[in-house]
């Protein structure tokens, strides 16, 4: 059986080795693992010669025993239009033979990702395509675009790309052989036109990444001992992300706590974010550590934190949640559909309304009051991700598909 994996994810060559960021990589691998062993799994990805970055290979791992279809990177509408031919005569081929074509709603423009070009061949062909939602793209673009945008021509032209993509995305979720929706807000919102969906969770975080355990009892002790709590937030600082919502509540109970907080990120609203804990006169309690790369580097840093902070705004699921109870931190998330589900399943965790600074500092005040009550949400949310690792939900992921008969292994 061919099994076409279609990313949008810049892939780097290297002395012919096949190198990728480490969060893609461990997908791709579990699939390599999880998939029948006659199963030929083929990658189709951008691809550029590591050489020609200033990406290091320190940051990236290596995917053996993989083909791979090597298409030429696309970020813009001008490149989009530039390498449309080239890739869509690469991916052809491998379309026509593939038994099943894994691809999803990544790339920007959409249009000209490597996803979509797939997508339109696959259908052209009469072949089994899994789409795979794995965000709320349209959200995004009516949160950062749409309504931040102060030129009013500019706002109609986000607007109405907004609405085209909206159509573009449900057209791909109803003619697709099996939909993969990331959690219950995104299926609230596309759901309905997602043929034979599946709700999932995307956790990537294997059982390798968990925080040992003696590791774990030394800093629950350091949180029912310490005077100072630890309260973090992981992600890119960007609007949707909520952060002037955690800010603004921080303001609110600076002098009735000893706290400090850490931010593991970057993004284009960093200088605002700069300014803004300055004026609100928190610069004191917070750090900007800048990106960390996901893996070690991330998760070492996670760890050294009793509170993980998701203020999100919009309907999508995050992996930085389950990455937070990996390394031994409570949670605090918006009571946004997907967060809301995922805190009453796990119990890793405790919630506050959605963009709602005051209810945020309320409930930020009662957890650091009662620090047993953040130790028990770090030894659940341990146990959940245990049970809900990466390995498990591709395994449900693969099962579904078989028992739905999209394929045959």
Same mark, same amino acid.
């Given at each position: ?5 279609? =990313?949008? =994810?810049?892939?780097?060559? &290297? ?34 010669? !590591? ?5 290091? *290979? ?11 279809? *090597? ?26 033979? *593939?038994?099943? =074509? ?104 294997? &059982?390798?990444? =968990? ?31 909520? !952060? ?85 931190? *409570? ?9 809301? &589900? ?24 009662? &957890? ?42």
């Amino acid at each position: 059986m061919n099994y076409l994996y279609v =990313i949008h =994810i810049l892939v780097y060559r &290297q002395n012919g080795r096949i190198l990728m960021e480490k969060a893609a990589a461990l997908d791709v691998q579990a699939h390599q693992r999880l998939l029948p062993k006659h199963t030929r799994l083929i990658l189709a990805a951008p691809a550029v010669d !590591l050489e020609q970055t200033d990406v290091s *290979a320190d940051i990236l791992d290596e995917i053996e025993g993989v083909e791979l279809v *090597a298409l030429k990177h696309v970020d813009s509408f001008k490149e989009g239009i530039k390498n449309f031919r080239h890739n869509v005569h690469k991916l052809s081929e491998y379309v026509s033979a *593939a038994d099943l =074509i894994h691809t999803g709603c990544g790339g920007f423009p959409f249009f000209f990702s490597p996803c979509y070009l797939a997508f339109r061949l696959a259908l052209k062909r009469g072949k089994k395509v899994l789409f795979v939602m794995d965000c709320d793209l349209v959200g995004k673009l009516e949160m950062d675009q749409v309504r931040l945008t102060k030129n009013p021509l500019k706002k109609v032209i986000w607007y109405l790309y907004s609405k085209l993509c909206w159509r573009t995305y449900t057209r791909c979720l109803s003619k697709a052989s099996a939909t993969f929706l990331l959690g219950r807000g995104v299926v609230s919102r596309y759901g309905k036109y997602a043929n034979n969906q599946l709700e999932i969770y995307q956790p990537i975080v294997g &059982q390798e990444m =968990i925080i040992p355990t003696e590791e774990l009892q030394t800093k629950i002790k350091s949180l029912e001992h310490s005077i100072t709590t630890k309260i973090c937030f992981a992600g890119r600082l960007a609007p949707e992300k909520g !952060l002037e919502v955690l800010f603004y509540a921080l303001a609110n109970i600076k002098v009735s706590f000893r706290f400090s907080v850490n931010i593991y990120g970057d993004g284009p609203y960093l200088k605002k974010y700069l300014d803004l804990v300055e004026e609100l006169d928190i610069k004191d309690l917070v750090t900007f550590h800048g990106n960390m790369v996901w893996g070690e580097e991330l998760f070492g840093e996670l760890r050294q934190n009793h509170i993980l902070i998701i203020p999100h705004l919009t309907l999508e699921m995050t992996r930085n949640v389950f990455d937070g109870m990996a390394s031994g931190c *409570a949670i605090i998330a918006s009571n946004t559909k997907a967060l809301a &589900q995922l805190m009453e399943e796990s119990q890793a965790g405790v919630l506050f309304k959605t963009g709602d600074h005051k209810e945020l500092a309320q409930v930020l005040s009662n &957890q650091l009051m009662k620090p047993h009550e953040i130790v028990s949400s770090i030894k659940n949310g341990i146990r959940f991700v245990r049970d809900n690792n990466r390995d498990s939900h591709v395994r449900r992921r693969l099962d579904f598909l078989q028992k739905t008969q999209v394929v045959r292994f």
